[in-house]
């Protein structure tokens, strides 16, 4: 497979890129500069902004699927990343993304009809990075891609165990946490086993 990989220098995206690259798929990269461990077999680097239609469109060339492990970094990159992007892949005729969100643009259990950042389920008090990636969400509905939008609840750095739960659109019950390289994982397995299409996958320990 050709993965077109987005935020691969992010906590999240570079795991995903070392997972991917294990298992012998080959890489296209879009980082404003380029690091060390990108020159290596099997990873293709472009430099340039995720928020351009024009350099998304070289990145994308020949693809199979898409990754995006991009943050809110406290602008509105997200949003106008999937502006770009969501057009881009219909020209080229790929249909399948998968990204990180966060669990605050779940379903809420004691709301219906509310994300969990807007009813009492989060914790948090600045909500604009949750308003980021519900703004993705409400953008991949409305096309007609195959998308996945990974969604971790408080993402510590931590090792690799296989062992998590999903829960389509909803947080599974008491979850507390789940490390980054476990939310690589599981965005690598719905890419690599075709899963969780055009849903919210909820994720924790």
Same mark, same amino acid.
């Given at each position: 497979?050709? @993965?077109?990989?987005?935020?691969?220098?992010?906590?999240?995206?570079?795991?995903?890129?070392?997972? %991917?690259?294990?298992?012998?798929?080959? @890489?296209? @990269?879009?980082?404003?500069?380029?690091?060390?461990?990108? #020159?290596?077999?099997?990873?293709?680097?472009?430099?340039?902004?995720?928020?351009?239609?024009?350099?998304?469109?070289?990145?994308?060339?020949?693809?199979?699927?898409?990754?995006?492990?991009?943050?809110?970094?406290?602008?509105?990159?997200?949003?106008?990343?999937?502006?770009?992007?969501?057009?881009?892949?219909?020209?080229?005729?790929?249909? !399948?993304?998968?990204?990180?969100?966060?669990?605050?643009?779940?379903?809420?259990?004691? #709301?219906?009809?509310?994300? !969990?950042?807007?009813?009492? #389920?989060?914790?948090?008090?600045?909500?604009?990075? %949750?308003?980021?990636?519900?703004?993705?969400?409400?953008?991949?509905?409305?096309?007609?891609?195959?998308?996945?939008?990974?969604?971790?609840?408080?993402?510590?750095?931590? &090792?690799?165990?296989?062992?998590? !739960?999903?829960?389509?659109?909803?947080? &599974?019950?008491?979850?507390?946490?789940?490390?980054?390289?476990?939310?690589?994982?599981?965005?690598?397995?719905?890419?690599?086993?075709?899963?969780?299409?055009?849903?919210?996958?909820?994720?924790?320990?």
């Amino acid at each position: 497979m050709k @993965l077109a990989l987005f935020g691969a220098t992010g906590r999240v995206g570079k795991q995903l890129a070392e997972l %991917a690259l294990a298992a012998g798929h080959e @890489l296209h @990269l879009l980082v404003r500069s380029k690091q060390e461990w990108m #020159e290596q077999p099997g990873i293709h680097v472009w430099v340039g902004d995720a928020r351009k239609a024009q350099d998304i469109e070289q990145v994308l060339q020949g693809v199979d699927a898409v990754f995006s492990g991009l943050g809110t970094d406290k602008k509105t990159t997200l949003s106008e990343f999937v502006a770009a992007v969501v057009p881009v892949m219909k020209n080229q005729q790929v249909s !399948r993304i998968v990204t990180i969100g966060t669990a605050g643009i779940l379903n809420s259990r004691t #709301e219906p009809g509310a994300y !969990r950042f807007q009813s009492g #389920e989060s914790n948090r008090k600045l909500t604009f990075a %949750a308003e980021e990636h519900a703004k993705v969400f409400e953008a991949f509905k409305d096309s007609d891609l195959d998308w996945t939008i990974i969604c971790p609840t408080y993402l510590p750095d931590g &090792p690799l165990t296989e062992v998590y !739960r999903t829960k389509e659109d909803y947080l &599974p019950i008491d979850g507390k946490q789940i490390s980054t390289a476990d939310t690589a994982h599981c965005a690598y397995t719905a890419l690599a086993e075709d899963k969780f299409k055009r849903t919210r996958v909820g994720l924790a320990y």
